[in-house]
Nanobody, 127 residues
């Protein structure tokens, strides 16, 4: 079965950190760019960050730039999202998404050509 599974969500206080994981099974992740999206209660899903197949290129939304870091380990078929200095407005369900790309060194934060979505992991930032 081909799937993405996120883990690592939880409840933290403002200023704390979390590391999310996105594990692929049933397919090889290195043919896909990875992006993280999030959806806060009552809001539309928004793109947060992406990483290219090779890991050489990343793009971040302005809202998380300087606080979040995306990475990937193709040997482990897993991508990660390190989230530091978390704010209450980061509270959301976080989804990883895999899009098959021909280009190894490009990524784009978009949701119209995603091949696989995870089911999401909840991140709550509250004092």
């Amino acid at each position: 079965q081909q799937q993405l599974v996120e883990s690592g969500g939880g409840v933290v206080q403002p200023g704390e950190s979390l590391r999310l994981s996105c594990a692929a099974s049933g397919f090889t992740l290195d043919s896909y760019q990875i992006a993280w999206f999030r959806q806060a209660p009552g809001k539309e899903r928004e793109g947060v960050v992406c990483i290219s197949r090779s890991g050489s290129t990343t793009n971040y939304a302005d809202s998380v730039k300087g606080r979040f870091t995306i990475s990937r380990d193709n040997a482990r078929n897993t991508a990660y999202l390190q989230m530091n200095s978390l704010k209450p407005e980061d509270t959301a369900v976080y989804y990883c998404a895999a899009e098959r790309r021909n280009y190894r060194d490009q990524c784009r934060i978009q949701n119209y050509a995603v091949n696989f979505w995870g089911k999401g992991t909840l991140v709550t930032v509250s004092s």
